[in-house]
């Protein structure tokens, strides 16, 4: 486990294996849901799984923007010395990965997205008006029912039982992180 230092704040990044260069970038509010995933590539590849500020143990949160991630990864990638990169991102961090591509071509050999957000497609209004409710809700009513809501939205009504068998310590993780999502993470993908 590294802990690096650049733009005035930590990034917390799990090291495995051996071979090509991969960065797996952690997802929105789920932290772990891609380590599973990390350590497979790790079988026959050298990945460098990074966590954003505001989750688990790096820094704070911070401005709020697709961007600004982009530009942090690709200076945490730098002092670990990476050179280009396949990138790996789900969902928040395929948004990630596709800006960081845009704006730092050099750094990337591949991308590998699930479920990038859907801008430019039919499914972005929806996508837009849905986000907005979740924020709407979370100003309402806080963390703890917003995450419920969603998580029952994209997963189950039982969306914890299911997460702890497929993650254990994931509820709680996905708890204390849910401020970042709801504060940071949905808003930049909204300005995204």
Do not use: C, K
Not at 59 to 68: D, L, M
């Amino acid at each position: 486990m590294h802990h690096v230092a650049v733009g005035g704040t930590r990034v917390e990044v799990e090291e495995l294996g051996t071979g090509a260069p991969v960065a797996v970038l952690q997802t929105a509010l789920a932290i772990d849901e891609l380590v599973p995933l990390s350590r497979e590539l790790a079988r026959t590849l050298s990945v460098w799984h990074v966590h954003r500020p505001g989750y688990g143990l790096s820094g704070p949160a911070r401005v709020a923007s697709v961007e600004a991630d982009a530009d942090l990864v690709v200076a945490v990638l730098d002092r670990l010395g990476a050179g280009a990169v396949h990138l790996v991102g789900a969902s928040y961090s395929a948004a990630l990965a596709l800006t960081l591509a845009a704006r730092h071509p050099a750094t990337v050999r591949s991308l590998s997205l699930v479920e990038p957000p859907p801008y430019g497609t039919p499914g972005a209004t929806d996508f837009r008006s849905a986000n907005e409710g979740l924020l709407e809700l979370h100003a309402r009513l806080g963390a703890v029912v917003a995450l419920d809501h969603f998580m029952g939205a994209v997963d189950e009504p039982d969306w914890r039982a299911g997460a702890e068998r497929y993650l254990p310590g994931s509820v709680g993780a996905m708890q204390r992180d849910a401020e970042t999502f709801f504060r940071s993470d949905v808003p930049a993908l909204l300005r995204w």
